[in-house]
Every structure is written in C-alpha cells, then in structure tokens.
C-alpha cells in the first residue's frame, strides 16, 4: 500500500515570497491533516479536512496560510507571503474517518525562509 | 486542548525493557490515549492507543492507571531502532484532533 506522498522535501524561499506544498493521502482516506513542526518541537495541526471540507482550522495563521482540498483527495497548503518563523517541517498526515483512528503521516516538506 | 506532561528525554540500554510515562490529569471520560514515536528526520508513527483497559501490539504495550490520569508506553525489548521521539497523545470525544507535546527523546544505549 503507497504511503502518503509529499512534494516537494525541500523548499529554500526568502521572506515575502510565496509558496506551496502538495500531499496526496493514501486511497480511500476521507480525512487529511496538515501539521506544521517547528525544530524541537511537536507537530502543530493546522488544518483537518474530511473530504474536501474543513473540520478545524482554528490553528491556521489564515492571514498568511491557506488551504485545499480539491475533490477530496490532494491537497496544496500554501503560505504568502512568507515570514523567517514559518521556517519548519509541514507535515502531512491521512486517516479513515470517524476516529479514532490511525494517522498515517509522510515525509514532510522541510521549508527553510531566509 | 487537553495536555499531557512527558519526561523531556529518557535513557534506556539495548535489550532492556523501557517504561515511558505520561501525566494526562485533565483527561475526560471520552479521550482516547494515543502514543506516536517520531524518527529522525521522518514523520511521525503510529505505536498503540487506548481507552480504559491495557492494550498491546506486536510494538508496545500500553498501561492506563485506573483513574486514567496517567498512562505509561512499554517498550519490552529496546533496540536501538526504537530511539526515537515519543509523543502521548489525547483525542479529544474519541476523534482524530492531535494536539502533540513535546515528547520524550529516548536514547538506547549499545
């Protein structure tokens, strides 16, 4: 079974520019999450889609970050413009539906603002 | 968000069982306990959860006081594959929000 993909694994950007990071979760899980982990700490969610509705995102910067989920399945995160403590690890993790259930997460993005 | 405290980082030697605790004292009746390890450089893993009773897996076991205000993950033969960062976890009504601490960094030591 394919795991949940992420691209890119790398992203150098300066501050003020713009940015995206794509995930697709493995087949036939309804919910997505977005996770934001900065060095020396747990992952943040951000965001939690059940399809291609949001759930909670009472954690996401929506001044500067936004979120997708298109068809209920890929989803693009994307943060303009972007600032020097945006610089982290975003993760994205899937999961059947209607808890609890295990969270399968992928390599991440490792976003680096300069 | 319901929190949970967590040594900052353990040590254990190769082979021997380890005992990580966690603290949930403001647990409510429907949080689900969740533990994750973490790699280096990977993204989180799924170890075991539970709700009331001692759960185990071919990875760990998990036991849960009786007052479920604290938990404790036991890993019964450490290897040096399982340094990791361990994350305990509640969900909050049995749903799948995690609200991650800082975890215990375990070290295994050869």
């Known amino acids: 079974e394919a795991g949940v993909a992420q691209s890119p694994r790398y992203k150098i950007i300066e501050k003020r520019q713009s940015v995206a990071f794509w995930c697709n979760p493995i087949s036939g899980h309804a919910t997505l999450y977005w996770y934001q982990q900065i060095l020396g700490q747990g992952p943040k969610l951000l965001i939690q889609?059940?399809?291609?509705?949001?759930?909670?995102d009472s954690q996401l910067p929506k001044d500067r970050f936004s979120a997708e989920r298109l068809k209920g399945v890929d989803s693009t995160l994307k943060i303009q413009p972007a600032k020097l403590e945006d610089s982290a690890v975003y993760l994205c993790?899937?999961?059947?539906?209607?808890?609890?259930?295990?969270?399968?997460f992928g390599p991440g993005t490792r976003l680096t603002v300069t | 968000d319901a929190k949970t405290t967590q040594p900052n980082s353990m040590e254990s030697n190769e082979e021997e069982p380890v005992h990580l605790p966690c603290n949930h004292s403001t647990i409510s009746g429907t949080d689900y306990i969740h533990w994750y390890r973490q790699l280096p450089s990977q993204g989180p893993e799924y170890v075991i959860h539970?709700?009331?009773s001692n759960v185990n897996n071919r990875m760990a076991s998990l036991a849960i006081a009786e007052d479920r205000k604290s938990s404790t993950l036991i890993l019964h033969r450490a290897t040096l594959r399982d340094a990791a960062v361990y994350y305990c976890i509640l969900s909050p009504d049995g749903g799948n929000q995690f609200y991650f601490g800082t975890g215990t960094s375990l070290t295994v030591i050869p």
């Open positions: 539970g709700l009331t």
């Open positions: 993790a899937s999961s059947l539906t209607g808890g609890p259930y295990e969270q399968y």
């Open positions: 889609f059940q399809n291609n509705g949001v759930v909670d």
